[in-house]
C-alpha cells in the first residue's frame, strides 16, 4: 500500500479543488485553505479538512502547524498573495512547495522564493489542446519536460491486424511504446510484440517531441 501523505492546498478555485479532490481520492490527506468563504463551505464535504485563512494573517498562517505537511501546493492565481504564500511555506519549513504560476517572470519569483517546483496550467493545457487539435491520430498529450513528451496514439486502419514486431516503431521512429489501451477500457502494459494491434486500440508512447510527430505523421 502506498504511503499516505499530508497536502495543504492554498487556494480553492477550479485548479486548487481539482487537485485536492484528486489527492483525497487516490487516498491522502488534504487541508484546503481559502479566503474566500464560499469557496470553503464548497469543498468542505470533499476534502479532509478546510479552512478560512487569508495568507497574509502570517500569524494564523502559522497556527495551521503548516510544518508537519509534506507537501504544500499554492494555487493561487493573484501574483502578491502567491508569492507571499510561497516564501511563508518555505519560511515555515515545508519541504516540498508546488506553486502555479500564470507567467515565466511569475515562476521565475516563486522559484527564488522557494519552490520547489512551478507548474504552468494554462499554458500545458494550451500546449496539450493544440497537439491533440493539430493531429488527427493524437488523442492526448503530455509534456514530460523540454523535449519528452507522452502521447496517447489512436492506431490507423493499415495498423490494425499488425503487431509491434511488425510496426518496429521503436527503430522507426525512436518511441517506446509503453502501453497498450484497447476499446474495452483495459490496459496492456506487459506487451507482447508479436501480439496483433485491434481495431479502436490506442498506443501510449514516449519519446522526443521530434520523434513522436515523425510518428504521426508515418501512420
Known amino acids: 500500500?502506498?504511503?499516505?501523505?499530508?497536502?495543504?492546498?492554498?487556494?480553492?478555485?477550479r485548479f486548487g479543488s481539482s487537485v485536492g479532490e484528486t489527492l483525497v481520492h487516490l487516498g491522502h490527506d488534504?487541508?484546503?485553505v481559502d479566503k474566500d468563504e464560499d469557496a470553503v463551505q464548497d469543498m468542505a464535504d470533499k476534502l479532509t479538512h478546510v479552512v478560512l485563512c487569508d495568507v497574509i494573517d502570517e500569524k494564523t498562517v502559522k497556527s495551521l502547524g503548516i510544518r508537519n505537511f509534506d507537501v504544500a501546493i499554492v494555487a493561487i492565481g493573484d501574483l502578491e498573495p502567491s508569492l507571499l504564500c510561497t516564501m511563508l511555506m518555505k519560511e515555515t519549513g515545508v519541504k516540498t512547495i508546488v506553486a502555479k504560476a500564470s507567467s515565466t517572470l511569475h515562476g521565475k519569483m516563486l522559484e527564488k522564493l522557494g519552490a520547489t517546483r512551478?507548474?504552468?496550467?494554462e499554458r500545458d493545457m494550451g500546449r496539450r489542446v493544440g497537439h491533440n487539435l493539430a493531429y488527427t491520430n493524437i488523442m492526448d498529450f503530455i509534456e514530460l519536460s523540454?523535449?519528452?513528451?507522452?502521447?496517447?496514439?489512436?492506431?490507423?486502419?493499415k495498423m490494425v491486424g499488425k503487431s509491434l514486431a511488425d510496426l518496429d516503431v521503436r527503430r522507426k521512429y525512436k518511441v517506446n511504446v509503453v502501453?497498450?489501451?484497447h476499446e474495452d477500457g483495459t490496459t496492456e502494459i506487459s506487451l507482447d510484440p508479436t501480439?496483433?494491434?485491434l481495431a479502436g486500440d490506442m498506443m501510449v508512447v514516449i519519446g522526443s517531441r521530434?520523434?513522436?510527430e515523425a510518428l504521426e505523421d508515418g501512420i
Do not use: H, T
Not at 512551478?118 to 496550467?121: F, K
Not at 523540454?146 to 486502419?157: G, Q, R, V
Open 1 to 13: 500500500m502506498k504511503e499516505k501523505r499530508q497536502f495543504v492546498i492554498w487556494g480553492l478555485g
Open 30 to 32: 488534504v487541508l484546503g
Open 118 to 121: 512551478v507548474i504552468y496550467p
Open 146 to 157: 523540454d523535449n519528452m513528451c507522452l502521447m496517447e496514439i489512436a492506431i490507423s486502419e
Open 179 to 181: 502501453a497498450v489501451k
Open 195 to 197: 501480439k496483433a494491434l
Open 210 to 212: 521530434q520523434s513522436v
